[in-house]
C-alpha cells in the first residue's frame, strides 16, 4: 500500500455499522489498513432512545455498551500508524464514554491523547417546552398530541463540530446522535478545506459516506441470496473503506484475504435502499442529488464513486423523539404433527375467548402462524400440503403492564388447556419505547466540544 504520507487521497475505514456490531473486523482495519480514520457509527433511533433511559436510572451509563471493547482492540493500532478515530458510540452520554476512553488510553500507556466530545444533541428541553408548535413528521399533529412520558429528544447534527473538533487536534472524536454519514464526511471537509458552502463536493462527499455507514452491508452483507447473488466467505466480511480525493470521488474497497465482495450491483442496492428522493436527500450538511452518480468497477473488490452532487443545506434539525407508550406482551407457542395447523387455529380462538371472558385490555392484537402468513400475510401462498409443524406467535400492545402480562399468561395456560401436543410456550413482556420526529430550527441547538487530554 502508497505511503500515507505521499498517496492523494484520504482512507476512511468503516469499523461498525450498528451498537452490536462486530469488534475483530475493525481491529484488522486499525491493523492492516493503513486508515488515516477509523469510524464506529453505532446509532439508530430506538439506541438512542434507550441510551437515554440507561442515562435517567444512572448517570454514569447512556453509551454503547461496546465502547471499551472496540477501543481496547483497535487503539494500540490506530496510535502505532496515526489513525484517527471518529464515532457516535457516545450515544445520550458522550461525556462519560470520553472519561471511559481516556481511562482506557492511560490504562494502556497509549502516550498523550486529546479525546473531544461532541454535546448538544440532547434538545429534549426545548421539545418538552414547545410541545404544542412542534408539529410531527410522521402525523402533522402537534408534539402534545401523544399519550405517553417524552424520555428523549436527539437532533441530528452535523459534520460541523466533530470538523472542529479535528482542527483542534482531536485524536478521538466521540458524539452523540449525529448523522451517520456525517461522522465520515467529517474527515473530509477538514483533510481537504471544503468550504461549508461548497455544496456539489459536500453531496459528493456525501454519496461515499453513505456506501459506507452500514459498514459490511456494503461488502456483502444482506446481499447474499445463493444461485443468484454469490458472496464467498460470507461469515468473515471484511469491513469496508474509502479512498477519498479532494474532488470527493472516491474508490471503495477492503482489505485483501478478507470475506465478501465489493461490486457495482452491491453499491447500487446500498446507495438506493433508504433514499426517499434520490435528487433531493435531506441530511444536515447537504442536500443530495444521487441522479448523477456513477459506479464503476475499477478492480476486484474496487468500486469508484463520481457524479453526485448537492444543494444547501436545510435550515432546521431533524429530531428524534422517545415515548414511552404501554406494553407488549408476547407468546410463542409450537403445535407438531397430523392436524397441528387446526390445533394451533383452535389454541387461537381459546385465547381470544380467554381475553374476553377475562375483560383484558389490549389496543392491538396480533396472531401470526410463523412459516405460513407471517409476514405476507393474506398474500402468503397456502402451502401444498399441510404443515408438519406450526410456530404460533400472538403479540399484544396494552396500556398497563398487567393486561400485557395476562395475554402472555393466558398463552402459557394452553399447556394443559388447550390443544393437544403444543410445546412449552416462550412468554415476555416488554416496554414500548415508540420514535417519533419533529424539526426544530437550528438556533434552538447549542452544541459544543469538551475535552480531555490523557
Known amino acids: 500500500m502508497n505511503s500515507r504520507r505521499d498517496r492523494p487521497f484520504v482512507r476512511i475505514g468503516a469499523g461498525a455499522s450498528y451498537a452490536g456490531d462486530r469488534v475483530e473486523p475493525a481491529t484488522d482495519l486499525a491493523a492492516r489498513g493503513a486508515l488515516d ?27 454503547n455498551e461496546l465502547l471499551e471493547d472496540r477501543l481496547r482492540a483497535a487503539l494500540p493500532h490506530c496510535r502505532r ?35 473531544a466530545a461532541v454535546i448538544g444533541d440532547d434538545v429534549l428541553a426545548y421539545c418538552q417546552r414547545h410541545a404544542d408548535s412542534l408539529t410531527l413528521m410522521e402525523s402533522g399533529a402537534p408534539l402534545c398530541t401523544l399519550a405517553g412520558e417524552i424520555v428523549s429528544a436527539n437532533a441530528y447534527l452535523g459534520a460541523d463540530n466533530i470538523v472542529a473538533a479535528l482542527a483542534q487536534g482531536a485524536d478521538i472524536v466521540i458524539t452523540g446522535r449525529v448523522a451517520d454519514c456525517s461522522l465520515f464526511l467529517a474527515p473530509m471537509i477538514h483533510e481537504f478545506g471544503w468550504a461549508q458552502d461548497d455544496w456539489d463536493r459536500l453531496g459528493q462527499g456525501q454519496v461515499c459516506a453513505d456506501m459506507v455507514e452500514c459498514g459490511a452491508n456494503v461488502s456483502g452483507g444482506f446481499f447474499a441470496d445463493p444461485g443468484y447473488k454469490e458472496v464467498p466467505d460470507l461469515g468473515d466480511l471484511g469491513y469496508p473503506y474509502l479512498d477519498v480525493a479532494a474532488d470527493g470521488t472516491a474508490v471503495l474497497a477492503k ?13 447500487t442496492e446500498q446507495m438506493l435502499y433508504e433514499i426517499h428522493d434520490p435528487a433531493n436527500y435531506i441530511t444536515p450538511d447537504v442536500v443530495v442529488d444521487f441522479t448523477g452518480v456513477r459506479l464503476e468497477e475499477v478492480g476486484a473488490n474496487r468500486v469508484r464513486i463520481s457524479g453526485g452532487r448537492g444543494r444547501a443545506r436545510p435550515d432546521r434539525f431533524k429530531v428524534s423523539v422517545g415515548i414511552k407508550e404501554g406494553w407488549i406482551g408476547e407468546a410463542e407457542i409450537t403445535y407438531a404433527g397430523l392436524g397441528c395447523l387446526e390445533r394451533a387455529r383452535l389454541a387461537e380462538r381459546v385465547v381470544r375467548r380467554r381475553l374476553e371472558i377475562g375483560g383484558v385490555a389490549l389496543d392491538e392484537l396480533r396472531v401470526d402462524y410463523i412459516g405460513l402468513d407471517s409476514l405476507h400475510g393474506e398474500a402468503s401462498l397456502p402451502p401444498a400440503h399441510e ?37 412449552l410456550p416462550r412468554t415476555g413482556v416488554r416496554e414500548v419505547l415508540a420514535i417519533y420526529s419533529v424539526l426544530i430550527p437550528r438556533a434552538a441547538v447549542q452544541a459544543r466540544l469538551a475535552w480531555e487530554v490523557t
Open 255 to 267: 482489505l485483501d484475504g478478507t470475506g465478501g465482495v465489493i461490486n457495482r450491483a452491491i453499491c
Open 387 to 423: 404443515p408438519y409443524e406450526v410456530r404460533l406467535r400472538f403479540a399484544g400492545r396494552a396500556r398497563s403492564r398487567r393486561d400485557a402480562q395476562r395475554l402472555a399468561g393466558e398463552v402459557e395456560t394452553l399447556v394443559g388447556k388447550g390443544p393437544a401436543m403444543g410445546s
Open 37 to 63: 480514520y477509523l469510524v464506529y457509527e453505532t446509532l439508530a433511533e430506538r439506541t438512542i432512545a434507550l441510551a437515554n433511559v440507561q442515562r435517567l436510572k444512572d448517570p454514569s451509563a447512556g453509551y
Open 81 to 115: 500508524h496515526g489513525t484517527r478515530v471518529v464515532t457516535s458510540m457516545g450515544a445520550a452520554n458522550p461525556l462519560a464514554a470520553m472519561a471511559k476512553a481516556g481511562a482506557i488510553a492511560r490504562d494502556l500507556s497509549l502516550g498523550p491523547l486529546r479525546i
